[in-house]
């Protein structure tokens, strides 16, 4: 199976935005019923969603911390999805990990994903923010 691929982490400094991708040498398992989520891994805590799309609708649900701020995107002819981060704030430092849930539903937009949701896991990008 092929694995996603994080991009586009960095340093920057606070307010300023970023723009992650993710992308697949191959979308062949992913389907109209999968979920696709970020997640992100600050130094010492838990892993935890932020932003997730059910392709079935396009439907999209973020975590509060960062609702109004982030945007989770996809471009199926590209095989990619995107998280677009504005106003980033230091506590938005994080390793950030692309997701897949396969065979899903709308109830990941609606109840949101926990790891153990999770079937396929990229392997990170770091974005660190400084104040």
């Known amino acids: 199976q092929a694995r996603p691929v994080e991009s586009g982490g960095g340093s920057v400094q606070a307010g300023e935005s970023l723009r992650l991708s993710c992308a697949a040498s191959s979308w062949g398992y992913i389907d109209k019923k999968s979920c696709l989520a970020w997640f992100r891994q600050p130094p010492g805590k838990e892993r935890e969603g932020i932003a997730t799309i059910y392709l079935g609708t396009s439907d999209t649900a973020y975590a509060d911390s960062v609702k109004g701020r982030f945007t989770i995107s996809l471009d199926s002819a590209e095989n990619t999805v995107f998280l677009q981060m504005n106003s980033l704030k230091p506590e938005d430092t994080a390793m950030y990990y692309c997701?897949?849930?396969?065979?899903?539903?709308?109830?990941?937009?609606?109840?949101?994903?926990?790891?153990?949701?999770?079937?396929?896991w990229g392997q990170g990008t770091q974005v660190s923010v400084s104040s």
């Open positions: 997701a897949a849930r396969l065979n899903a539903g709308p109830w990941c937009t609606a109840f949101g994903l926990e790891q153990t949701d999770i079937n396929l």
